[in-house]
């Protein structure tokens, strides 16, 4: 959900008024998924290296998230969503991660559309918690060394034994994939938006998926 901060430069306001609106596109983006037909949406909100921003800036956008979280909540329950957070749990403020974990609970059950919300996310990381998670499990012997393969190591890691994202869509003009799903990724098809994230509505998201639709996926055969 990249460029929240310069939709908001460019109109003169501060770059948290940019993250403000940004939350809203994520509920619309909810519902439009929903209305598609969509299973599981999984959306970068906050990476490992983004605690490198201003306090000031970092405080912000959780708050914002407690927010949606207060707001939403009736609407997530309603409408059958299922909130997860993938992520360290551990650096996260007490606040924010109650609401979070309250949430996650109170919409376990729900079934139309899965909501994986990456927090204090990054793909190296997530290998590596996985990794350690192996070698304890391999130390107490519920894993051996030939037990280990693609699929075992995939239930290791955050989004467990999940579908891998058919399609990874990033905002405000970046081509990169920036330490996200790395491991997910892999025969994902990618589609790059130049509109800031704030910009990103429902014509434009059909748009992504009409590109998606014409792919050839070929996951290395011929
Ligand atoms: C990217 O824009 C956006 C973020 C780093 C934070 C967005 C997350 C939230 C507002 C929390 C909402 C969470 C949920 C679950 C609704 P940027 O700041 O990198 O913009 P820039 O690239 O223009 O600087």
Redesign the pocket.
């Known amino acids: 959900?990249?460029?929240?901060?310069?939709?908001a430069k460019a109109r003169g306001l501060s770059?948290t008024l940019?993250?403000k609106e940004?939350?809203k596109r994520?509920v619309e983006m909810l519902r439009e998924a929903k209305k598609l037909g969509i299973k599981i949406v999984t959306?970068f909100?906050?990476s490992s290296e983004?605690w490198s921003r201003s306090g000031k800036e970092v405080n912000k956008?959780f708050s914002?998230?407690r927010i949606?979280l207060d707001l939403y909540k009736q609407e997530l329950l309603k409408q059958g969503v299922r909130l997860n957070m993938i992520g360290r749990r551990d650096r996260i403020d007490e606040g924010s991660m109650k609401k979070l974990q309250e949430i996650e609970v109170a919409t376990a059950n729900n079934e139309a559309l899965l909501f994986n919300?990456a927090l204090d996310y990054g793909g190296r990381w997530d290998i590596v918690q996985a990794a350690k998670k192996i070698a304890k499990d391999y130390k107490t012997k519920k894993i051996s060394t030939d037990g280990i393969n693609e699929a075992v190591f995939s239930n290791y890691l955050s989004l467990r034994d999940l579908p891998d994202p058919d399609l990874m869509i990033r905002t405000?003009g970046e081509e990169r994939v920036s330490n996200f799903l790395i491991w997910n990724l892999a025969y994902s098809e990618l589609y790059f938006c130049p509109k800031?994230?704030p910009d990103f509505d429902k014509k434009e998201l059909a748009k992504a998926i009409d590109v998606y639709s014409k792919r050839k996926r070929r996951f290395g055969k011929v």
């Open positions: 959900m990249d460029g929240n901060g310069r939709w770059r940019g993250h940004g939350v994520v959306v909100a906050f983004n956008i914002y998230m949606f919300v405000s800031h994230w």
